[in-house]
């Protein structure tokens, strides 16, 4: 399995898999897969990997930003999907282990992702690679009419303070 930066050309697969997290009903709030151009837009560009093995793409990875503010610039929103038929195989630490580092390549002095609290292995997956607890944002979204909550993990650069 390698990790290698996302193609335009890859899209139909991580889309694919990203469907695939939705239908979970805790992966997400987002209900259906945006358009790549809606997708483009949103994520951080230098920020995006997939994972594969003998032309397969397993799982993707990539940041968005959390705000338009300058102060919040090196902050970034984790997104990683793995394919339904790829869990549990290792492709997540892997890819995070890899925005990780990209990550810290490009600015940013932090990485966060919010997780639904019943999301165990991405829970698991996160404080494996070195993110932390931080809290618990309560009914902060819905999905089909019901409230959920979101826990909220980070994980800092290590050369925070260095410079």
Known sequence: MQVREMK?????????????????????FEQTVPSFESWNEAHVEQCRLVAEKDGEI???????????????GGVGEVSVYIGEASRGMGVGKLLLEQLISESEKAG??????GIFPENEASIYLHKK????FIGRREQVGKIHGNWKDNLLFEKRSKTIGTE
């Open 108 to 113: 940013f002095w932090t990485i966060q992702s």
């Open 8 to 28: 335009v050309s890859d899209w139909e697969k991580v889309s694919q898999i990203y469907a695939e997290g939705i239908a979970t009903g805790f992966a997400t």
């Open 129 to 132: 690679v070195g993110f932390r």
């Open 58 to 72: 397993h799982g993707w990875a990539a940041l968005s930003p959390v705000s338009s503010r300058c102060v919040y």
